[in-house]
Protein backbone atom coordinates (compact mmCIF):
# COMPACT_ATOMS: atom_id res chain seq x y z
CA UNK A 1 0.00 0.00 0.00
CA UNK A 2 1.55 3.48 -0.80
CA UNK A 3 2.08 5.80 2.15
CA UNK A 4 -0.13 8.46 0.88
CA UNK A 5 -2.95 5.80 0.96
CA UNK A 6 -1.77 4.27 4.39
CA UNK A 7 -1.90 8.35 5.46
CA UNK A 8 -5.53 8.48 3.66
CA UNK A 9 -6.69 5.97 5.55
CA UNK A 10 -5.31 6.41 8.69
CA UNK A 11 -7.10 9.92 8.83
CA UNK A 12 -10.63 8.44 7.61
CA UNK A 13 -9.69 5.64 10.50
CA UNK A 14 -8.45 8.17 13.13
CA UNK A 15 -11.14 10.65 12.44
CA UNK A 16 -14.39 8.12 12.14
CA UNK A 17 -13.18 6.32 16.06
CA UNK A 18 -12.84 9.61 17.11
CA UNK A 19 -15.60 11.53 15.99
CA UNK A 20 -18.06 8.54 17.84
CA UNK A 21 -17.44 9.89 20.61
CA UNK A 22 -20.16 12.84 19.75
CA UNK A 23 -22.59 9.94 18.97
CA UNK A 24 -23.83 9.51 22.58
CA UNK A 25 -24.76 12.97 23.73
CA UNK A 26 -23.69 13.79 27.54
CA UNK A 27 -26.27 16.45 28.05
CA UNK A 28 -30.00 15.79 26.92
CA UNK A 29 -32.66 18.62 26.86
CA UNK A 30 -35.81 17.65 28.02
CA UNK A 31 -38.65 20.18 27.14
CA UNK A 32 -40.07 22.15 29.94
CA UNK A 33 -44.29 22.48 30.27
CA UNK A 34 -45.36 26.60 30.13
CA UNK A 35 -46.92 26.11 33.90
CA UNK A 36 -44.23 24.03 35.12
CA UNK A 37 -42.88 24.61 39.13
CA UNK A 38 -39.36 25.89 38.82
CA UNK A 39 -37.17 24.39 41.74
CA UNK A 40 -36.42 27.25 44.26
CA UNK A 41 -32.52 25.81 45.58
CA UNK A 42 -32.91 28.26 48.11
CA UNK A 43 -35.66 26.54 49.96
CA UNK A 44 -34.77 23.04 48.89
CA UNK A 45 -32.42 20.29 50.10
CA UNK A 46 -30.86 17.34 48.95
CA UNK A 47 -29.16 15.31 51.68
CA UNK A 48 -27.84 12.08 52.06
CA UNK A 49 -27.05 9.65 54.83
CA UNK A 50 -24.79 6.25 54.80
CA UNK A 51 -23.30 4.07 57.42
CA UNK A 52 -19.58 4.45 58.71
CA UNK A 53 -17.97 1.06 59.72
CA UNK A 54 -21.77 -0.02 60.68
CA UNK A 55 -21.57 2.43 63.56
CA UNK A 56 -22.70 5.65 62.96
CA UNK A 57 -24.23 7.51 60.56
CA UNK A 58 -22.37 10.09 58.24
CA UNK A 59 -24.13 12.95 56.42
CA UNK A 60 -24.02 15.20 53.47
CA UNK A 61 -25.66 17.28 50.92
CA UNK A 62 -25.95 19.17 47.39
CA UNK A 63 -25.45 22.54 47.37
CA UNK A 64 -26.64 23.05 43.55
CA UNK A 65 -29.96 21.86 42.61
CA UNK A 66 -32.50 22.48 40.00
CA UNK A 67 -35.34 21.52 37.84
CA UNK A 68 -39.22 21.68 37.49
CA UNK A 69 -42.40 20.18 38.58
CA UNK A 70 -45.15 19.85 36.66
CA UNK A 71 -47.70 19.44 39.56
CA UNK A 72 -52.03 19.69 39.00
CA UNK A 73 -53.99 18.66 42.38
CA UNK A 74 -56.60 17.85 40.92
CA UNK A 75 -55.20 15.78 38.36
CA UNK A 76 -51.66 14.26 40.40
CA UNK A 77 -50.91 11.65 37.87
CA UNK A 78 -50.11 13.94 34.92
CA UNK A 79 -47.62 15.11 37.44
CA UNK A 80 -43.85 15.42 36.29
CA UNK A 81 -40.52 15.78 38.21
CA UNK A 82 -37.20 16.79 36.33
CA UNK A 83 -34.03 17.28 39.22
CA UNK A 84 -30.54 17.78 38.25
CA UNK A 85 -27.92 17.54 40.90
CA UNK A 86 -24.72 19.24 40.55
CA UNK A 87 -22.14 15.89 41.61
CA UNK A 88 -19.52 18.83 42.16
CA UNK A 89 -21.70 20.56 44.95
CA UNK A 90 -21.77 17.43 47.59
CA UNK A 91 -21.13 18.56 51.05
CA UNK A 92 -20.27 16.66 54.27
CA UNK A 93 -18.41 19.61 56.31
CA UNK A 94 -15.29 18.21 55.41
CA UNK A 95 -13.10 19.35 52.58
CA UNK A 96 -10.76 16.10 52.06
CA UNK A 97 -13.90 14.54 52.47
CA UNK A 98 -15.97 15.99 50.13
CA UNK A 99 -12.65 15.96 47.30
CA UNK A 100 -12.88 11.97 47.79
CA UNK A 101 -16.23 12.05 47.28
CA UNK A 102 -16.23 14.08 44.00
CA UNK A 103 -13.23 11.99 42.93
CA UNK A 104 -13.29 8.49 40.68
CA UNK A 105 -13.72 6.42 43.94
CA UNK A 106 -17.29 7.80 44.08
CA UNK A 107 -19.47 10.59 42.29
CA UNK A 108 -16.57 10.78 39.56
CA UNK A 109 -17.77 13.81 39.00
CA UNK A 110 -15.60 15.54 36.43
CA UNK A 111 -16.83 12.93 34.01
CA UNK A 112 -20.48 13.06 35.49
CA UNK A 113 -21.26 16.63 36.42
CA UNK A 114 -24.49 15.58 37.11
CA UNK A 115 -27.02 13.09 39.12
CA UNK A 116 -30.76 13.56 37.24
CA UNK A 117 -34.16 12.23 38.43
CA UNK A 118 -37.31 12.20 35.35
CA UNK A 119 -40.25 10.90 36.61
CA UNK A 120 -41.99 8.53 33.95
CA UNK A 121 -45.53 8.00 35.79
CA UNK A 122 -47.21 9.16 38.75
CA UNK A 123 -49.90 7.69 41.09
CA UNK A 124 -52.07 8.55 43.92
CA UNK A 125 -51.06 6.43 46.52
CA UNK A 126 -53.06 6.67 50.17
CA UNK A 127 -52.43 10.77 50.55
CA UNK A 128 -48.67 10.19 48.67
CA UNK A 129 -48.14 10.40 45.43
CA UNK A 130 -45.89 7.08 44.00
CA UNK A 131 -43.73 8.66 41.55
CA UNK A 132 -41.84 6.36 39.28
CA UNK A 133 -38.71 7.31 37.05
CA UNK A 134 -35.49 7.32 35.94
CA UNK A 135 -32.46 8.09 38.82
CA UNK A 136 -29.13 8.51 36.96
CA UNK A 137 -26.10 8.83 38.85
CA UNK A 138 -22.52 7.88 37.33
CA UNK A 139 -23.75 7.19 34.33
CA UNK A 140 -26.10 3.91 35.22
CA UNK A 141 -29.75 4.77 34.74
CA UNK A 142 -32.65 2.65 37.11
CA UNK A 143 -36.03 3.12 37.34
CA UNK A 144 -37.24 3.11 40.52
CA UNK A 145 -40.74 4.10 42.64
CA UNK A 146 -40.46 6.69 45.37
CA UNK A 147 -43.54 8.01 47.53
CA UNK A 148 -43.74 11.40 47.50
CA UNK A 149 -45.53 13.42 50.35
CA UNK A 150 -47.13 17.11 49.15
CA UNK A 151 -45.73 19.01 52.18
CA UNK A 152 -48.45 22.41 50.60
CA UNK A 153 -49.59 24.33 48.35
CA UNK A 154 -50.24 27.85 48.72
CA UNK A 155 -49.88 31.32 46.86
CA UNK A 156 -46.53 33.16 47.62
CA UNK A 157 -48.55 36.96 48.43
CA UNK A 158 -46.54 38.52 45.21
CA UNK A 159 -49.45 36.79 42.30
CA UNK A 160 -47.38 33.29 42.04
CA UNK A 161 -47.82 30.36 43.26
CA UNK A 162 -45.42 27.87 45.83
CA UNK A 163 -46.02 23.88 45.95
CA UNK A 164 -43.76 21.79 48.37
CA UNK A 165 -42.62 18.39 48.14
CA UNK A 166 -40.56 15.57 50.17
CA UNK A 167 -39.41 12.52 50.09
CA UNK A 168 -36.90 9.74 51.50
CA UNK A 169 -36.19 6.32 49.94
CA UNK A 170 -32.95 3.99 50.35
CA UNK A 171 -30.98 3.17 46.97
CA UNK A 172 -28.12 0.39 47.15
CA UNK A 173 -24.76 2.64 45.93
CA UNK A 174 -23.31 -0.27 43.78
CA UNK A 175 -25.98 -0.44 41.46
CA UNK A 176 -24.86 3.04 40.67
CA UNK A 177 -21.43 1.41 39.97
CA UNK A 178 -20.41 3.05 43.37
CA UNK A 179 -18.33 0.46 44.74
CA UNK A 180 -15.10 1.86 46.88
CA UNK A 181 -14.92 1.09 50.57
CA UNK A 182 -17.88 -1.07 50.75
CA UNK A 183 -16.17 -2.47 53.92
CA UNK A 184 -16.32 1.17 56.20
CA UNK A 185 -19.01 2.77 54.22
CA UNK A 186 -22.71 1.29 54.03
CA UNK A 187 -23.98 0.44 50.58
CA UNK A 188 -27.31 1.59 51.76
CA UNK A 189 -27.58 5.50 50.80
CA UNK A 190 -30.53 7.08 51.67
CA UNK A 191 -31.85 9.92 50.15
CA UNK A 192 -34.31 13.10 52.18
CA UNK A 193 -35.20 15.21 49.53
CA UNK A 194 -37.35 18.54 50.42
CA UNK A 195 -38.05 20.75 47.32
CA UNK A 196 -39.86 24.02 47.27
CA UNK A 197 -40.51 24.75 43.70
CA UNK A 198 -42.16 28.24 42.60
CA UNK A 199 -44.40 29.35 39.59
CA UNK B 1 -6.76 -4.01 51.84
CA UNK B 2 -6.24 -5.72 48.90
CA UNK B 3 -7.45 -9.59 49.39
CA UNK B 4 -6.01 -12.74 48.19
CA UNK B 5 -8.52 -13.29 45.45
CA UNK B 6 -7.48 -9.80 44.35
CA UNK B 7 -3.73 -10.66 43.98
CA UNK B 8 -4.48 -14.07 42.43
CA UNK B 9 -6.99 -12.59 39.86
CA UNK B 10 -5.20 -9.00 39.48
CA UNK B 11 -1.29 -9.80 39.45
CA UNK B 12 -0.94 -13.70 39.26
CA UNK B 13 -3.69 -14.44 36.64
CA UNK B 14 -2.31 -11.64 34.56
CA UNK B 15 1.69 -13.07 35.36
CA UNK B 16 0.26 -16.53 34.56
CA UNK B 17 -1.10 -15.99 31.29
CA UNK B 18 2.05 -13.55 29.33
CA UNK B 19 4.64 -15.60 31.14
CA UNK B 20 3.72 -19.13 30.00
CA UNK B 21 2.78 -17.47 26.74
CA UNK B 22 6.00 -15.56 26.38
CA UNK B 23 7.83 -18.55 27.02
CA UNK B 24 5.96 -21.07 24.55
CA UNK B 25 6.11 -19.14 21.19
CA UNK B 26 9.68 -19.25 20.91
CA UNK B 27 9.60 -21.37 17.70
CA UNK B 28 7.25 -19.57 16.08
CA UNK B 29 7.79 -16.81 13.51
CA UNK B 30 8.26 -12.78 14.69
CA UNK B 31 4.65 -11.59 13.42
CA UNK B 32 2.64 -14.87 14.43
CA UNK B 33 4.74 -14.47 17.91
CA UNK B 34 4.13 -11.29 18.67
CA UNK B 35 0.70 -11.44 17.76
CA UNK B 36 0.53 -14.24 20.47
CA UNK B 37 2.31 -12.19 22.93
CA UNK B 38 0.20 -9.30 22.47
CA UNK B 39 -2.66 -11.97 23.17
CA UNK B 40 -1.73 -12.67 25.99
CA UNK B 41 -0.75 -8.83 27.13
CA UNK B 42 -4.24 -8.01 26.22
CA UNK B 43 -6.02 -11.17 28.18
CA UNK B 44 -3.92 -10.06 31.38
CA UNK B 45 -4.36 -6.76 31.55
CA UNK B 46 -8.52 -7.96 30.59
CA UNK B 47 -8.27 -10.42 33.42
CA UNK B 48 -7.09 -8.00 35.91
CA UNK B 49 -9.82 -5.24 34.82
CA UNK B 50 -11.91 -8.01 35.41
CA UNK B 51 -10.73 -8.36 39.10
CA UNK B 52 -11.47 -4.77 39.85
CA UNK B 53 -14.42 -3.78 37.98
CA UNK B 54 -15.78 -6.77 36.73
CA UNK B 55 -17.26 -8.24 33.34
CA UNK B 56 -16.88 -5.66 30.72
CA UNK B 57 -19.93 -3.67 30.31
CA UNK B 58 -21.17 -2.78 27.16
CA UNK B 59 -22.56 1.29 26.40
CA UNK B 60 -26.39 1.51 26.36
CA UNK B 61 -29.55 3.08 26.57
CA UNK B 62 -29.25 2.92 30.69
CA UNK B 63 -25.70 3.08 30.67
CA UNK B 64 -22.97 5.94 29.48
CA UNK B 65 -19.27 4.38 29.83
CA UNK B 66 -17.00 5.94 32.63
CA UNK B 67 -13.40 5.67 30.76
CA UNK B 68 -11.89 3.51 32.78
CA UNK B 69 -14.82 1.69 31.44
CA UNK B 70 -13.69 2.03 27.94
CA UNK B 71 -10.15 0.56 29.02
CA UNK B 72 -11.05 -3.86 27.79
CA UNK B 73 -13.18 -2.72 24.80
CA UNK B 74 -9.47 -0.26 24.22
CA UNK B 75 -7.66 -3.47 24.54
CA UNK B 76 -8.86 -6.14 22.87
CA UNK B 77 -9.37 -3.22 19.68
CA UNK B 78 -5.85 -2.63 20.09
CA UNK B 79 -4.38 -5.56 19.63
CA UNK B 80 -6.92 -6.65 16.47
CA UNK B 81 -5.57 -3.15 14.90
CA UNK B 82 -1.96 -3.65 15.93
CA UNK B 83 -2.10 -7.44 14.72
CA UNK B 84 -3.51 -5.93 11.14
CA UNK B 85 -0.59 -3.19 10.61
CA UNK B 86 2.18 -5.64 11.52
CA UNK B 87 1.14 -8.05 8.72
CA UNK B 88 0.70 -4.66 6.15
CA UNK B 89 3.78 -2.99 6.47
CA UNK B 90 6.76 -1.04 8.61
CA UNK B 91 4.89 2.39 7.58
CA UNK B 92 1.62 1.33 8.39
CA UNK B 93 2.94 -0.45 12.36
CA UNK B 94 5.16 2.96 12.99
CA UNK B 95 3.19 5.71 12.18
CA UNK B 96 -0.36 4.95 11.12
CA UNK B 97 -1.55 2.36 14.15
CA UNK B 98 -0.16 4.97 17.04
CA UNK B 99 -2.64 7.82 15.15
CA UNK B 100 -5.28 5.57 15.20
CA UNK B 101 -4.69 4.43 18.64
CA UNK B 102 -4.16 7.82 20.20
CA UNK B 103 -7.31 8.92 18.52
CA UNK B 104 -9.36 5.62 19.74
CA UNK B 105 -7.79 6.28 23.15
CA UNK B 106 -8.89 9.77 23.59
CA UNK B 107 -11.93 9.62 21.76
CA UNK B 108 -13.39 6.73 23.89
CA UNK B 109 -11.76 8.42 27.13
CA UNK B 110 -13.31 12.12 26.74
CA UNK B 111 -16.62 10.67 25.43
CA UNK B 112 -18.43 12.53 28.47
CA UNK B 113 -16.26 16.01 27.96
CA UNK B 114 -17.55 16.22 24.44
CA UNK B 115 -20.38 18.65 25.25
CA UNK B 116 -21.30 21.33 25.25
CA UNK B 117 -17.87 22.07 23.86
CA UNK B 118 -14.81 20.17 22.77
CA UNK B 119 -12.31 20.93 24.82
CA UNK B 120 -9.73 20.73 21.72
CA UNK B 121 -7.02 22.62 23.83
CA UNK B 122 -7.13 19.85 26.21
CA UNK B 123 -7.09 17.22 23.74
CA UNK B 124 -4.22 18.38 22.02
CA UNK B 125 -2.27 19.29 24.83
CA UNK B 126 -2.07 15.45 25.61
CA UNK B 127 -2.28 13.76 22.61
CA UNK B 128 0.78 15.61 21.22
CA UNK B 129 3.22 14.86 24.01
CA UNK B 130 1.09 10.86 24.14
CA UNK B 131 1.89 10.56 20.35
CA UNK B 132 5.61 11.25 20.59
CA UNK B 133 6.01 9.19 23.77
CA UNK B 134 4.45 6.36 21.80
CA UNK B 135 6.37 7.35 18.77
CA UNK B 136 9.56 6.60 20.66
CA UNK B 137 8.54 3.81 22.83
CA UNK B 138 7.48 2.14 20.00
CA UNK B 139 10.74 2.52 18.38
CA UNK B 140 12.68 1.11 21.37
CA UNK B 141 10.36 -1.63 21.92
CA UNK B 142 11.62 -2.57 18.07
CA UNK B 143 15.33 -2.42 19.01
CA UNK B 144 15.40 -4.20 22.28
CA UNK B 145 14.92 -7.92 22.27
CA UNK B 146 15.31 -9.85 25.20
CA UNK B 147 13.85 -9.35 28.84
CA UNK B 148 15.60 -5.63 29.56
CA UNK B 149 13.25 -3.79 28.22
CA UNK B 150 9.71 -5.34 29.70
CA UNK B 151 11.78 -5.39 32.73
CA UNK B 152 12.35 -1.27 32.49
CA UNK B 153 8.90 -0.67 31.86
CA UNK B 154 7.58 -3.26 34.90
CA UNK B 155 9.72 -0.12 36.96
CA UNK B 156 8.01 2.31 35.39
CA UNK B 157 4.18 0.74 35.28
CA UNK B 158 4.85 -0.10 38.72
CA UNK B 159 5.39 3.58 39.85
CA UNK B 160 2.72 4.70 38.11
CA UNK B 161 0.39 2.26 39.72
CA UNK B 162 1.50 3.33 43.16
CA UNK B 163 1.64 7.26 42.29
CA UNK B 164 -2.35 6.79 40.70
CA UNK B 165 -2.62 4.84 44.17
CA UNK B 166 -1.59 7.74 46.26
CA UNK B 167 -3.69 10.25 44.44
CA UNK B 168 -7.40 8.80 45.06
CA UNK B 169 -7.35 6.36 41.53
CA UNK B 170 -7.46 3.42 43.34
CA UNK B 171 -8.93 1.51 40.64
CA UNK B 172 -6.31 2.60 37.93
CA UNK B 173 -3.66 1.77 40.56
CA UNK B 174 -4.90 -1.83 40.88
CA UNK B 175 -5.37 -2.29 36.98
CA UNK B 176 -2.05 -0.71 36.29
CA UNK B 177 -0.33 -3.34 38.56
CA UNK B 178 -1.40 -6.22 36.25
CA UNK B 179 0.37 -4.55 33.36
CA UNK B 180 3.25 -4.04 35.82
CA UNK B 181 2.79 -8.05 36.40
CA UNK B 182 2.16 -8.61 33.02
CA UNK B 183 5.69 -7.16 31.84
CA UNK B 184 7.22 -8.72 34.56
CA UNK B 185 6.34 -12.02 33.56
CA UNK B 186 7.30 -11.43 29.70
CA UNK B 187 10.81 -10.15 31.55
CA UNK B 188 11.37 -13.28 33.25
CA UNK B 189 10.27 -15.23 30.02
CA UNK B 190 13.19 -12.89 28.01
CA UNK B 191 15.53 -14.50 30.29
CA UNK B 192 14.44 -17.92 29.02
CA UNK B 193 13.47 -17.06 25.22
CA UNK B 194 16.07 -13.98 23.96
CA UNK B 195 14.69 -13.44 21.31
CA UNK B 196 11.52 -12.40 23.17
CA UNK B 197 10.56 -8.87 21.93
CA UNK B 198 7.22 -6.21 22.86
CA UNK B 199 7.91 -4.67 19.35
CA UNK B 200 4.65 -4.30 17.93
CA UNK B 201 1.53 -5.96 18.80
CA UNK B 202 2.52 -5.99 22.39
CA UNK B 203 4.29 -2.80 22.65
CA UNK B 204 0.56 -1.48 21.24
CA UNK B 205 -1.85 -2.75 23.51
CA UNK B 206 0.57 -1.81 27.14
CA UNK B 207 0.92 1.49 25.25
CA UNK B 208 -3.01 1.67 24.58
CA UNK B 209 -3.66 0.12 28.38
CA UNK B 210 -1.25 3.04 29.84
CA UNK B 211 -2.68 5.99 27.58
CA UNK B 212 -6.16 5.08 28.78
CA UNK B 213 -4.80 4.80 32.44
CA UNK B 214 -2.64 7.70 32.10
CA UNK B 215 -5.83 9.96 30.93
CA UNK B 216 -8.06 8.66 34.16
CA UNK B 217 -5.62 9.77 36.36
CA UNK B 218 -4.72 12.59 35.72
CA UNK B 219 -7.57 14.04 33.99
CA UNK B 220 -10.32 12.84 36.30
CA UNK B 221 -7.91 12.49 39.30
CA UNK B 222 -5.43 14.20 40.78
CA UNK B 223 -2.27 12.77 39.35
CA UNK B 224 -0.34 16.01 38.70
CA UNK B 225 0.23 16.03 34.71
CA UNK B 226 4.10 16.24 35.48
CA UNK B 227 3.91 13.24 37.20
CA UNK B 228 2.51 11.42 33.78
CA UNK B 229 4.96 13.36 31.51
CA UNK B 230 8.37 11.78 34.33
CA UNK B 231 6.51 8.55 33.34
CA UNK B 232 6.17 8.25 30.07
CA UNK B 233 10.09 9.59 30.04
CA UNK B 234 10.56 6.30 31.88
CA UNK B 235 9.32 4.31 29.74
CA UNK B 236 11.35 5.67 26.83
CA UNK B 237 14.78 6.26 28.94
CA UNK B 238 16.28 2.77 28.30
CA UNK B 239 17.23 4.22 24.81
CA UNK B 240 19.64 6.99 26.34
CA UNK B 241 21.75 4.02 27.84
CA UNK B 242 24.41 3.42 25.26
CA UNK B 243 25.20 -0.16 25.74
CA UNK B 244 26.19 -2.35 22.56
CA UNK B 245 24.40 -5.70 22.06
CA UNK B 246 27.31 -7.49 23.07
CA UNK B 247 26.45 -6.51 26.55
CA UNK B 248 25.69 -9.39 29.18
CA UNK B 249 21.89 -10.12 29.39
CA UNK B 250 21.85 -9.23 32.74
CA UNK B 251 23.72 -6.32 33.21
CA UNK B 252 21.95 -4.75 30.34
CA UNK B 253 19.01 -5.56 32.27
CA UNK B 254 20.29 -3.91 35.55
CA UNK B 255 20.80 -0.57 33.40
CA UNK B 256 17.65 -0.90 31.76
CA UNK B 257 15.73 -0.57 34.86
CA UNK B 258 18.34 1.62 36.64
CA UNK B 259 17.38 4.34 33.35
CA UNK B 260 13.37 3.40 34.03
CA UNK B 261 13.76 4.42 37.40
CA UNK B 262 15.27 7.38 37.80
CA UNK B 263 12.59 9.11 35.99
CA UNK B 264 9.85 7.06 38.10
CA UNK B 265 11.02 7.83 41.21
CA UNK B 266 10.69 11.70 40.52
CA UNK B 267 7.39 11.00 39.32
CA UNK B 268 6.54 8.96 42.47
CA UNK B 269 7.60 12.37 44.29
CA UNK B 270 5.63 14.69 42.26
CA UNK B 271 2.85 12.23 43.09
CA UNK B 272 3.56 11.94 46.73
CA UNK B 273 3.51 16.09 47.07
CA UNK B 274 0.19 15.95 44.85
CA UNK B 275 -1.41 13.33 47.49
CA UNK B 276 -4.64 14.63 48.98
CA UNK B 277 -4.05 14.48 52.95
CA UNK B 278 -6.33 11.96 54.86
CA UNK B 279 -9.35 12.73 56.04
CA UNK B 280 -10.40 9.93 58.29
Redesign the interface.
Known amino acids: ?S?IR??L??GA???V??????A????VVRPVAADAYKIDAVHSSVVFKAKHQNVSWGFGRFNDISGTITYDEAKPESSKVDLTIKTESVDTA?G??D??LK???FF?A???PTATFVSKSVKSKDKKLAVTG?LTI?????SITIDVEVTGVAKDGQGGELAGFYTEFTIQRTDF?VN?GQGGIGTDVTLMIGIEAAK | MPTIADLLLGILAPALVCGIVGVAVWSKPSKVASALTGLAVAAGIGIAYVAVSGAPVLPGANRRLAAIEWLPWIVAISWILATIADARSPLARRYALPLVLVSLVLGRSFANRMQPAIPWGELLTIGGPMLVAWWAAARLAERDDGPSLPAAWTVSVSAFSIAALLTHSAKVAQIAGGVAACLGALAVAGFARPSLSLASVPAAVVLAALASLTINATVFSDLPQSAALLVALSLVAPSFAKIGSETRTLPRVIVHMTFALVPALVALYFAYRAAPESYR
Not at chain 1, 17 to 22: E, L, M, P, Q, R
Not at chain 1, 138 to 142: C, I, M, N, P, Q
Open positions: MPIFATIAGIFASSFSPAVNKRGHSPDDKQFDRGVTKGY
